[in-house]
């Protein structure tokens, strides 16, 4: 007893330390989720300050991306850039992904597949207009990180699938993009947005306060580690719009805030895929530098993590989230 409490005690200055990171687990960080400090507007504060930090670094990047897409990232909380790649890049990148057979990961959601390779050099990493972009919209002028993704909708035989509740990712500002390889119908998996959720308004801080205080003990385990699922009538309570499914074609560049509500649309059939390249750009909130040295090597950090937690899952030492896959994406899903 007193051992256990002596560990608790040891881990304290870590999970203070954790503050000022991406660390959002109320779950598990006794300070994150500490019903009193969130009472006093721990969470609050932490939301407000890494908005106005992003701001900051968003108006150092600003000549990264146009005034069009200034406004509507502004406004909506996403762009849509069409017909993003050069014709013989897209061709190029939508080969090698189909015809992709090397390493590969997927991780098991609900009844939904993410299968996954990472991208460690390709030219769609060097397009500029595309890169600029992303850079932007993260708040950082660091390259993303890179991967080939097929969504494989209906493909296990459990109850339902997380990702296609609607729900914020974390606590501030993170960008995520979609460059999709095929034409995507609304009733296909489309990427859905509520526009303007993204907005740091009266009503969202108010809600953020709310979901703070419970939010150690919420009965959904994703909710409880940060990634607050939204409940139903939340966007007319908020004053928001509904849910708006992106239909999109073949190249299409779709770069979003996931701070704002999303979630992955449902699907017309009960086995269907859909294909894309996946850049996600997750940095620290607080720092207020918006370059970066780590291009290319968060890549293969990422990589060797992932190979550790195979290695560790096959040897039953810890269990990962993202497990070895099939070395290429399913042709059909029929
Ligand atoms: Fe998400």
Redesign the pocket.
């Known amino acids: 007893m007193a051992l256990a409490a002596l560990k608790k005690a040891a881990k304290l200055p870590l999970h203070i330390a954790a503050l000022l990171t991406t660390a959002k687990d109320f779950s598990r960080n006794p300070v994150i989720g500490n019903h009193v400090l969130n009472r006093m507007g721990l969470h609050v504060a932490r939301v407000c300050l890494a908005h106005g930090i992003f701001a900051f670094k968003k108006m150092l990047l600003s000549p990264l991306a146009t005034k069009e897409q200034r406004k509507a990232f502004a406004r909506d909380g996403f762009v849509v850039m069409e017909n993003a790649l050069p014709p013989e890049i897209f061709e190029k990148l939508k080969h090698d992904a189909e015809n992709y057979n090397g390493e590969a990961y997927q991780c098991a959601q609900g009844d939904t597949l993410t299968w996954r390779a990472v991208l460690l050099d390709h030219p769609v990493m060097r397009d500029k207009k595309t890169s600029n972009l992303m850079r932007y919209c993260a708040g950082k002028y660091e390259r993303p990180r890179f991967y080939i993704q097929q969504i494989q909708n209906g493909f296990l035989n459990n109850p339902g699938d997380p990702?296609k509740n609607l729900?914020?990712?974390c606590f501030h500002p993170t960008m995520?993009a979609w460059l999709f390889l095929e034409d995507v119908e609304a009733d296909n998996g489309a990427f859905t947005f509520v526009p303007g959720s993204h907005r740091l308004t009266k009503q969202r801080l108010k809600w953020e306060y709310d979901r703070s205080l419970e939010a150690a003990n919420d009965a959904d385990s994703y909710s409880a580690r940060g990634?607050f699922r939204v409940e139903d009538g939340t966007c007319e309570k908020l004053g928001l719009p509904q849910p708006q499914g992106l239909a999109v074609k073949a190249n299409t560049l779709v770069v979003a805030n996931?701070f704002g509500f999303?979630?992955?649309g449902k699907t017309r059939e009960k086995k269907m895929t859909r294909m894309e390249v996946f850049a996600i750009s997750r940095i620290n909130p607080f720092n207020p530098v918006p370059w970066g040295c780590l291009e290319g090597l968060r890549d293969k950090i990422y990589l060797t993590m992932m190979r550790k937690g195979e290695k560790d899952s096959v040897t039953g030492k810890k269990r990962a989230s993202w497990r070895k896959a099939p070395p290429h994406p399913v042709k059909d899903a029929a």
């Open positions: 990702q729900h914020v990712d995520k990634s996931t999303h979630c992955r």
